[in-house]
């Protein structure tokens, strides 16, 4: 295919674009798809002779649709969203289409540029003071791997990169079990160990870490030889949006003069809303915070925001500069490479420029807005209902609840009650365990969600339970 028949086949795919947007309502959210049945599909070896754009395009329609889950379905309640909002698609298209690689500001001046400021536009936008810097990484998981790196360099006097981890004191990083398993990944990567990743025992509603049990345990590994290096916090855990009391925990941990990273991949977009600024108060104080626009925002994926103190730390843990990277005769510019772990870069930062001026943060905050009051309102009326219970209270737009049936096994009853919804293909949720039990949870995110879908999923739940046979556990 050649650039002369772009055009005919890129409009060809945006109208295509359009219908499947319009159309999304009609299809199951969930894949219903078996394993195996997409690989059996495609040829087992590759074609010598090129094939007309027809014939692939048909055949994306006939293996792949039906294989996938559809993230931007309007009553997707599963995970988090992962929405791709029209503006972010199109800004994807363009960057695709020039492709520039940007690990250097002179491989693509306007991708540096305008990453710093946009950078800055969403720094300002969560409410976060001046003095943080930003850059955006692939993924809020490298975003950690890149703190929790910086944290044991800072730890270990900026020696691990040179003369590795044996031999040093063990170090100790410091996080509740409600974090993300990107944690625990980081802490393999980073040569710290999954032994050395203390998890402090959680206290009240909001499931954060317990201050006072931080400090306990931090001067506990200082007598016995260990060199605490650092703290990783929780603003929305993944299971049920857990929060950790950050004005209590980033004083104790930076007594100790532990280095503060702060997950907020899901929930620091509802940030651009100044009420629930609440639940991260204390953030200002923070040495490392991430954030994904991929996530609730609209960026289309891949789009984590990665804001911290002291950039200095974190280039002096990252940055190589072969004589073939060097920028000669430019002063005062970034290479965003050096900020990160992987050295090519996508240009990332069009999407969110297209995205909050296509919609203004007014808009984006009307939508996060709508989706946490829809949510409440969906708890609320479970709640009301007798064989319901909200197992933990919205958390933002996320809840966790539960059926109940008398005298049936509760844990077996609600995977039959999940696997009986997502067959029937009208919402999509998923589960995860509250105190070693069994939850459904449910977000609303998506982009294109209403009222009305919300209270579709009230009833799709309700009626799936109550037409549920009852499972032997
Ligand atoms: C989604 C999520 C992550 C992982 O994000 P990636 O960008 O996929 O790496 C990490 N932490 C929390 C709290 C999340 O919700």
Known sequence: MRWSEFAEWGRKVSDWAVRYHEGLRDRPVRAQTKPGEVAAALPVSPPD???????????????????????????????????AAPASVLAEYLVSTVAPQCMLWQTSPAATEMETVMLDWLRQSIGLPEGFAGVIQDSASSATLAAVLTMREKALDWDGNKSGLAGQKPLRVYCSREVHTSIDRAIWVAGIGEDNLRRIPIKGPGRGMDADALDAAIREDLKAGYQPAGLVACIGGTGVGAMDDLAAVIPVAHRHGLYVHVDAAWAGAAMICPE????????????????????????????SAHFIRSP?????????????????GAEGIIN?????????????????????????LDGLRQMIRNHVAWSKALADKLRAEPDFEIVTDPVLSLFSFRYKREGVDPDALNLALITAINNDGRIYLTQTRVDGEMVIRFTAGAFSATDDDVKMAGDVIIEMARQLETPHA
């Open 276 to 303: 629930f600024r609440h639940y991260w108060k204390g953030i200002e104080d923070a040495d490392s915070v991430v954030f994904n626009p991929h996530k609730w925002l609209g960026a289309q994926f891949d789009c």
């Open 312 to 328: 200095d730390d974190l280039v002096r843990t990252l940055a190589i500069q072969p004589e073939y990277l060097k920028t000669h």
């Open 336 to 360: 965003y490479s050096e900020w990160s772990v992987p050295l090519g870069r996508r240009f990332r930062a069009l999407k969110i420029w297209f995205l909050i001026r296509a919609y203004g």
């Open 49 to 83: 002779a090129a094939e007309p754009m027809e014939v692939i395009f048909a055949d994306f329609e006939r293996v792949v649709m039906p294989g996938v889950t559809h993230w931007q379905h309007p009553r997707f309640f599963a995970y988090f969203p992962a929405n």
